[in-house]
């Protein structure tokens, strides 16, 4: 176990206080592709209410995307990606307490969601698809996510594989950042995602997880994703056959505990209720001043 460091990241509606206690961020895919919930939540109703009961079993944010960054998918255009978001952000907009994160790789998109209610950036890419993103972020003066990934959705499970995973997360974030930086993001407004999942092999997701104290030497607040991941199917495998995506919710507890107890200050699920309490037990293990007393 690590000592988290303490962050304050400045949102337009609020402050958020990063260290004491492990913020859950709920994830709505407003997509007909996605790899753990299919087209469950495309229609603009079904998003709205998943959205707000994710809000009530204890998200503190709601992580929102339209396009599908699965292994192997194909982009879309930002109109398409715009036509899928702003319904669900105008009935979010008058109904949520929480803040809500924009994960896209388009400024575009992203300008047009902070105009929506969105107070957060998540960029899957680091600023490799569209450096532009963080000159949004500078302006509107909202948090950005950086996340590694090598590669991109369409081929980043084919490989080549890093020959040094950690080696090539920390220099690609620390080439994100820079960018980030440049463009007038505070770094006290930056959190780094080492991108699980996101062009890296199996076991590499594993060393990522046990090495998170190598990304919180770059100053950062750390947010983790594993969520329902493959890497948890292939673990979780009967008859040579991986786990489906809705029965590796044990998997995933098993790792954001991991996550918790390496550093992260946000993990990304699919599971609020859950890892909810996965949480809560964690940050116990993490500061005792949190336990219960008899």
């Not at 902070?114 to 899957?124: H, P, Q, S, T, V």
């Not at 080549?160 to 960018?179: E, H, N, T, Y």
């Not at 996550?259 to 500061?287: F, K, P, T, W």
Request: proline content about 6%; glycine content about 8%.
């Amino acid at each position: 176990m690590i000592r988290r460091r303490f962050f304050r990241l400045k949102l337009p509606s609020r402050t958020l206080v990063l260290s004491k206690r492990t913020l859950i961020m709920g994830v709505l895919n407003v997509t007909p592709d996605s790899f753990s919930d299919g087209n469950k939540f495309y229609a603009e109703e079904e998003a709205i209410a998943h959205a707000l009961k994710m809000e009530s079993a204890g998200a503190d944010l709601i992580d929102i995307g339209a396009e599908s960054t699965r292994p192997g998918s194909e982009g879309i255009p930002a109109e398409e990606e715009l036509r899928r978001l702003l319904p669900v952000f105008g009935g979010l907009r008058r109904l949520l307490k929480i803040p809500i994160s924009i994960d896209t790789q388009k400024a575009e998109v992203a300008e047009a969601t902070l105009d929506a209610g969105a107070e957060i950036i998540n960029d899957i890419s680091g600023l490799k698809s569209e450096p532009r993103i963080a000159e949004v972020a500078a302006r509107r003066r909202v948090p950005l996510i950086l996340m590694h990934m090598r590669g991109e959705p369409r081929t980043m499970q084919k490989g080549p594989f890093a020959r040094d995973v950690m080696k090539d997360v920390v220099q690609g974030l620390r080439r994100s950042v820079a960018i980030a930086c440049k463009a007038g993001v505070a770094k006290s407004q930056i959190i780094l995602d080492p991108g699980i999942g996101f062009g890296k092999s199996y076991a590499q997701n594993y060393e990522v997880l046990r090495k998170l104290p190598q990304l919180a030497k770059l100053g950062c607040p750390l947010l983790v994703g594993t969520s329902r991941k493959a890497f948890l199917g292939a673990t979780l495998a009967r008859d040579g056959k991986p786990a489906p995506a809705e029965e590796r919710i044990w998997g995933t507890a098993a790792t954001v505990t991991a996550s918790i107890l390496n550093g992260a200050h946000i993990v990304r699920v699919h599971d609020v209720a859950e890892m909810v309490q996965v949480a809560r037990v964690a940050d116990c293990l993490m500061n005792p001043r949190l336990a219960p007393k008899n």
